[in-house]
T-cell receptor
Framework: KNEVEQSPQNLTAQEGEFITINCSYSVGISALHWLQQHPGGGIVSLFMLSSGKKKHGRLIATINIQEKHSSLHITASHPRDSAVYIC????????FGTGTSLTVIP | DAGVIQSPRHEVTEMGQEVTLRCKPISGHNSLFWYRQTMMRGLELLIY????????DSGMPEDRFSAKMPNASFSTLKIQPSEPRDSAVYFC??????????FGPGTRLTVT
């Protein structure tokens, strides 16, 4: 059983669509991270959450500690949002989801 | 700030050789992380340091792997002897305490 489950694994959207990527985890954590990995391979940390909600530009991340669930939302999606989005949780150990591959079509 | 610096960016070596990967964290950050990414296993945390002290090395695959952080501005990950299954992209990241992590560009290692 994976400690971190992401869905969907793959997602194709039209430019402008609202996108949601989900992350569920089964371990106790101190923080949850959303990472973005572009086709070139570089990794950028988008958010680090321990509760509530954070917003950065068109990106919104929420976490529900009781339900052990987080969502990453992208509003008004754009082709440059095409990337792999990875959920990671940390506490005593650090666990990664397998990633969601997003393709936004013009 | 130049961000997290990793070297080399690419390394091709033969099985059995020693490989040393290097990382310079962002100045002022006191936590440093080494990750490995493969197609099969995705991203994995190998080891992390806080204030130059290894805190959790449970992700280090075996004794062939070792990591050091002799000072706040430099860390190495060494594989000796290297094996083909060590081929992966190795990322270093740094943060201030347990805050947001900043990733380096990675080192792509190929062991033939």
């Amino acid at each position: 059983k994976n400690e971190v489950e992401q869905s969907p694994q793959n997602l194709t959207a039209q430019e402008g669509e609202f996108i949601t990527i989900n992350c569920s985890y089964s371990v106790g954590i101190s923080a949850l991270h959303w990472l973005q990995q572009h086709p070139g391979g570089g990794i950028v940390s988008l958010f680090m959450l321990s509760s509530g909600k954070k917003k950065h530009g068109r990106l919104i991340a929420t976490i529900n500690i009781q339900e052990k669930h987080s969502s990453l939302h992208i509003t008004a999606s754009h082709p440059r949002d095409s990337a792999v989005y990875i959920c990671a949780v940390g506490g005593n150990q650090f666990y990664f989801g397998t990633g969601t591959s997003l393709t936004v079509i013009p | 700030d130049a961000g997290v610096i990793q070297s080399p960016r690419h390394e091709v070596t033969e099985m059995g050789q020693e490989v040393t990967l290097r990382c310079k964290p962002i100045s002022g950050h006191n936590s440093l992380f080494w990750y490995r990414q493969t197609m099969m296993r995705g991203l994995e945390l190998l080891i992390y340091f806080n204030n130059n002290v290894p805190i959790d090395d449970s992700g280090m695959p075996e004794d062939r792997f070792s990591a050091k952080m002799p000072n706040a501005s430099f860390s190495t990950l060494k594989i000796q002897p290297s094996e083909p299954r060590d081929s992966a992209v190795y990322f270093c990241a740094s943060s201030l305490d347990v805050g947001e992590q900043y990733f380096g560009p990675g080192t792509r290692l190929t062991v033939t």
